[in-house]
């Protein structure tokens, strides 16, 4: 019997007594009238033993261990921890709400056949709507838009460079990569065909690196280097690469190999961000690209002029070149904190180019021996600002404002005479009369100002307002401005499925280098005068622009996604670019009036180590009326456009890409195609060049004989695996000026180490 159970009995049995000898004095009190207590002796408890804990059979085995804690981060993680916030703030400024997007990461990139060594336009031809041009025409176009496309690294705008066909920007730097389409926020001026976002690697600051060797035909060789490392708060990635072959622009000819049309490339990228305190950074992003062409050579092409002697060419034997030299600079501090988000950056860029004719053969065979100079240097700031007001409302304002100092220079050697009779001769000896030069140039500090202020308004958590309005502009050739007001919506009735919709006014300035004007008057009395001599300035366009799609999860085949999207464009005075003239570069000019209609699907399906995509676009661009630099134009074309809807030279109907990737064990088999309807060409851009399609393939393998976690990866590749030749231009059309045709079969291997 326990203590506490034993001290109760006594105290129940003392009570008892004590009750029962109450009574019994009572009694005799009452009887008696003396009161006699009874002897009471007190015993002491026995001392209780404390309880015994009962035994617990314990069975043999493994003991059981208290888990770890987990070892403390370090510095560099640390480090990455807080970037890694930062980059989600930046994500929250400049959140592309109700705009189209298509994304791919630089594992995707890597997948493709050739890697990222793939040039950063072959690589957008795997994108919903993008359409391949040649490389004078410029490369591709967004939605069948020319030159309207806005580059941005880490959510800052890169400025317009004066670039014919050079790639400032490398495969090798992107960690995202995504093109922004539709009705754009307010966030996005200027250009607005499309948004190439760039979010440089952010896995690339373990102190390792890669390098890297490829080649093949044409005598392809294009080294590559890439190293990136944490020291103290301070994250750093450098990257190189030089290239030369022998296709460096399209071949004039459907021939294997081009007629002089050797190119050297260099580029370099450095990124450094300093962790300044847990809310904020400062970003230095530079990057520099140097790069010397050949312009391939069309053999069998007729000398139409004389010099006093001689009057004979071969077009085969012509040595015309070009450089195209950028460097950008941009240095940003952002900082988050208390529902407060805003990034304010400087940004710089530099850009040159200077195309050198060939000084007798160009004059033999065109009539005009052009020297093009061109230059620009831009200076500006640009700030974002993301606000969350409430837990239903974020408002987003800020501005960007740039200055532009651009020359355009050429010195133009060509012949006395008329474009209608031709070249003057001496009327007493009958030689042709010696060449001339006429010197033009044109040079101009612009500015562009933007502003916005946007409220993104979550009306319920499945669906979003976004409504806001931007402000631009310009004082360059032409001062203008305008408000754009943006709105869209975006619905999620569930799970799986988003809906989108949204209109923008846009405003886009034409690039300062491109809309200079050119003094006709100086060559008045020579072969190359104008057929026609008005010259307007070159307008901004103004457009209206709807969008609405929809991107579907389909759950009945994991891992497969569907997108439908569709858009209107209604623009005045639509911008537009083309090559008037022997000299790769591009002079602008405005239809009045236009219209851009298209329809895009896409379908992505990713599901364990295999990944396939596809894309199919169909599109219209219709413009009329020519309402600036019509000099360029012939009289007869220039009419027909003034009455009549004609096709832009770069619209083309039906566009395709398609690509897979499966790894298996640590070899992955990759393939891509391109397919397009055919650009433009003809009079006023009446025909179309016929259809094509593209199919590339590569193989790549793992070894990992230098450590387990640093492979070197050998890789082979095809391109153009069924050897069609096709055309891409003709020569004929708007803007067009000689023939270029796609890339012939190659063959292509390569080697890398991860360091």
Do not use: C
């Not at 791919?104 to 950063?120: D, F, K, Y």
């Not at 209608?420 to 030689?431: E, S």
């Not at 919506?489 to 050119?518: D, K, M, N, S």
């Amino acid at each position: 019997m326990t203590l506490f159970a034993r001290s109760t009995l006594l105290l129940s049995s003392s009570a008892s007594l004590l009750l029962g000898l109450g009574g019994t004095a009572m009694s005799q009190t009452a009887g008696g009238g003396t009161t006699n207590l009874p002897s009471i002796t007190v015993v002491r408890p026995e001392r209780a033993q404390p309880p015994r804990r009962p035994k617990v059979r314990v069975v043999t085995g493994k003991r059981r261990e208290t888990p770890a804690a987990p070892p403390p981060q370090t510095p560099e993680q640390v480090v990455a921890g807080q970037n890694e916030k930062l980059d989600e703030a930046r994500r929250t400024i400049d959140s592309p709400i109700g705009a189209n997007s298509y994304q791919v990461n630089h594992q995707n990139i890597e997948a493709l056949p050739q890697g990222n060594n793939t040039a950063l336009d072959k690589a957008l031809l795997q994108f919903p709507g993008v359409t391949q041009d040649s490389a004078a025409s410029g490369e591709l176009h967004v939605r069948n838009e020319h030159a309207n496309l806005q580059y941005r690294i880490n959510d800052i705008m890169l400025p317009d460079g004066v670039g014919g066909f050079g790639q400032i920007l490398d495969t090798g730097i992107v960690g995202t990569m995504a093109l922004l389409t539709g009705a754009l926020p307010a966030q996005y001026g200027l250009r607005t065909a499309g948004v190439l976002d760039i979010q440089t690697k952010t896995d690339a600051f373990d102190n390792t690196g890669k390098v890297s060797v490829y080649g093949g035909s044409h005598q392809t060789i294009t080294p590559f280097a890439e190293y990136g490392g944490t020291v103290g708060q301070t994250q750093y990635y450098v990257s190189g690469r030089y290239l030369y072959n022998n296709l460096g622009i399209e071949n004039p000819t459907p021939a294997n190999e081009a007629i002089h049309d050797r190119t050297q490339q260099e580029k370099g990228f450095l990124y450094l961000s300093t962790v300044l305190d847990p809310q904020s950074r400062l970003t230095w992003i530079s990057g520099t690209s140097n790069s010397l062409y050949q312009i391939p050579n069309n053999p069998g092409q007729p000398t139409s002029f004389a010099t006093p002697t001689q009057s004979t060419f071969d077009s085969a034997l012509l040595n015309e070149r070009q450089q195209e030299i950028n460097h950008f600079n941009v240095v940003a501090y952002q900082h988050s904190a208390e529902g407060i988000d805003y990034q304010i950056s400087y940004f710089n860029r530099y850009s040159q180019l200077h195309f050198w004719p060939d000084p007798i053969g160009d004059l033999l065979i065109n009539g005009v021996s052009s020297s093009v100079y061109r230059q620009s240097y831009v200076n500006g700031i640009q700030e974002d600002t993301a606000w969350r007001v409430a837990d239903a409302h974020t408002l987003r304002f800020g501005f960007t404002t740039s200055a532009e100092r651009s020359l355009v220079t050429s010195i133009n050697t060509t012949f006395p005479g008329d474009p209608v009779n031709g070249q003057a001769f001496d009327p007493t000896t009958g030689v042709p009369l010696p060449p001339v030069t006429i010197f033009d140039s044109s040079s101009k500090l612009g500015w562009l100002f933007g502003s916005y202020v946007q409220d993104e308004w979550k009306i319920t958590n499945n669906l979003t307002l976004n409504a806001g309005v931007r402000f631009d502009q310009m004082w360059q050739y032409v001062d203008a401005n305008q408000f754009s007001p943006r709105i869209s919506l975006t619905w999620v009735p569930q799970e799986g499925t988003t809906v989108h919709a949204g209109y923008a006014r846009t405003f886009t300035p034409p690039q300062q280098v491109i809309a200079a004007p050119t003094n006709i008057a100086l060559t008045q009395g020579t072969v190359i005068a104008p057929e026609v001599t008005q010259n307007d300035p070159v307008l901004p366009e103004r457009a209206h622009v709807f969008d609405a799609g929809v991107v579907q999860k389909v759950w009945p085949v994991p891992g497969l996604e569907v997108g439908l999207d569709g858009y209107l464009k209604l623009a005045r005075d639509m911008l537009d670019d083309g090559q008037f003239g022997q000299a790769y570069v591009l002079d602008g000019f405005n239809y009045a009036k236009a219209n851009n209609l298209g329809l895009e699907f896409k379908a992505l399906y990713a599901m364990g180590n295999l990944r396939m995509y596809g894309n199919v676009a169909w599109a219209r661009q219709l413009g009329t009326n020519v309402v600036s630099n019509q000099f360029l134009f012939g009289a007869d074309e220039l009419a027909y456009i003034a009455t009549h809807y004609i096709y832009t030279d770069h619209s083309q109907v039906l566009t395709a890409s398609a690509g897979a990737s499966y790894l298996w064990k640590d070899t992955r088999f990759s393939a891509s195609m391109i397919y397009g309807s055919g650009l433009r060409s003809g009079f006023a851009n009446t025909d179309h060049l016929p259809s094509y399609t593209q199919v590339n393939m590569g193989v790549s393998h793992d070894f990992f004989i230098v450590a387990p976690n640093k492979p070197t990866t050998l890789r082979f590749d095809v391109v153009n695996v069924f050897d069609k030749i096709y055309e891409i231009r003709d020569g004929s059309g708007i803007g067009v000026f000689a023939p270029q045709f796609g890339p012939r079969r190659g063959y292509f291997v390569g080697i890398s180490q991860k360091i």
